[in-house]
């Protein structure tokens, strides 16, 4: 039976209304509602904890942040975790990494005992340090400094059609990690290629609308990059299709964590938000191909194993995602329709997510820096997302709300403690009168 071939297409920071298929109507993603609508689409995605380093190292290992140790930028991946490029390694698989890695232990060239296992390399830790928008350095197996011509998305995409073409006889796991739409950290700025600077768009998300932050000095610039990233993905598409290898590869699109536009925060994720955790997804090729709209909500988490599953890879026992292939396949209805978050560097945070509530934790004592969790924590947050999907009206501590607060506080509890982390004790949101709000007996469970 002939293998599989694997391609990522990782964006940075972008949010899950950006695309059309999610109701965007500025027409920035044809490419990715496309491959949404022919291949498998899972509308509700998220990642488990919105921050870059700890939701890549995630994504390779299939294993939570605190669990490899991983839980703030900074800290790089450990040798002993096995990375999705271990797994295909083993398999015969050539593996290669271009772009962004940010899970080694400096900013610029990666060792390569800090790799993950990739055979291939052309990429930087810290992409944001090396590059701008229009000067692309990365580093090559050898270390050596490479500049690439051309706006960053391009540079990067070049580089990847290169590697399919040179890699197109043999099977292949290509991880492809762009920055944007993340901010350029140098002047906090989101530089979109020229063509599309000055462009207006016609669309705020309502979230935005109501609390601002910077959204409307930052949201064309933004959505420039999303723009160009979907016609990066495009290339990449007719580029498997020229050489005959559309039917022999599968191709993931998906984000590490979203954008509050520093709404939430003075950053612009690292909250229990939607606008922070909620991430476009869409996978197509192999068993994914026709797969449809999935309506269970699934994890950054549940990709690794996924993809094991579907190029007949076993999936390891330490592994704490699950393969949603059989959800695909129709083969099983049975799934864990929660999302856990695990929140560092703003707030030492914790969070589960159910289809109509989210419900969030802080340690209020613990340094968000330094500590990657805590014994003790005090609700914060409580959303009604059926009724206010944007989030704006928090409703922890109404007398309405005790008893959807007390059920997902167990929820909450029985994930931390299922993946490793100690049964915390939670303290209670101080009593707010509830007015005329009531939750009806039984919504509390949906």
């Not at 991946?77 to 990375?83: G, I, M, N, V």
């Amino acid at each position: 039976m002939k293998k599989q071939n694997v391609i990522i297409f990782f964006t940075d920071q972008q949010r899950w209304d950006t695309t059309g298929i999610h109701g965007n109507p500025c027409n920035l993603t044809p490419n990715f509602d496309q491959m949404a609508m022919e291949g498998t689409f899972p509308e509700y995605s998220f990642t488990p904890q919105p921050v870059c380093g700890p939701a890549r190292g995630i994504l390779q290992t299939g294993k939570y942040a605190t669990t490899i140790g991983l839980y703030k930028n900074g800290i790089p991946l450990s040798c002993k975790d096995k990375t999705l490029a271990n797994y295909f390694n083993e398999e015969g698989y050539h593996t290669g990494y271009i772009g962004k890695w940010h899970l080694g232990s400096t900013r610029h060239a990666v060792p390569k005992d800090e790799r993950g296992g990739y055979q291939y390399w052309l990429g930087a830790n810290s992409l944001e340090a090396t590059s701008q928008a229009y000067h692309t350095l990365v580093y090559n197996n050898d270390d050596k400094p490479v500049v690439l011509p051309g706006y960053r998305v391009d540079a990067l995409a070049d580089a990847a059609v290169r590697y399919i073409d040179d890699n197109k006889e043999q099977p292949f796991f290509l991880f492809l990690s762009f920055l944007e739409p993340h901010f350029q950290n140098s002047n906090d700025s989101y530089p979109a290629p020229d063509i599309l600077k000055k462009k207006a768009y016609s669309y705020m998300p309502p979230d935005l609308c109501a609390l601002g932050g910077n959204s409307w000095q930052h949201i064309s610039g933004y959505y420039g990059m999303v723009n160009r990233l979907d016609d990066a993905l495009g290339r990449i598409r007719d580029c498997l299709k020229s050489l005959n290898l559309a039917n022999d590869t599968i191709v993931v699109f998906t984000s590490d964590h979203a954008c509050h536009f520093k709404t939430r925060n003075n950053e612009y994720k690292r909250s229990c938000h939607d606008s922070s955790i909620r991430i476009p997804m869409a996978i197509t090729g192999g068993p994914f191909t026709a797969g449809g709209r999935l309506k269970e909500m699934v994890s950054l988490i549940d990709l690794a194993p996924t993809l094991l599953e579907a190029c007949n890879i076993p999936i390891p026992d330490d592994m704490q995602g699950g393969s949603f292939l059989p959800v695909v396949n129709r083969t099983s209805t049975t799934w864990d329709d929660n999302i856990f978050v695990q929140i560092s560097e703003s707030q030492v945070g914790r969070a589960i997510r159910t289809r109509r509530w989210k419900y969030a934790v802080e340690a209020l004592d613990k340094d968000p820096v330094r500590d990657p969790g805590s014994l003790v924590y005090t609700e914060t947050a409580l959303y009604d997302l059926e009724h206010d999907p944007f989030e704006l009206d928090n409703l922890i501590g109404y007398t309405s709300h005790r008893r959807v607060a007390d059920v997902m506080t167990e929820r909450l509890k029985k994930k931390m403690k299922e993946i490793g982390e100690e049964t915390p004790e939670i303290i209670m949101a101080e009593e707010k009168y509830a007015n005329q709000r009531v939750v009806f007996p039984g919504e509390e469970y949906f």
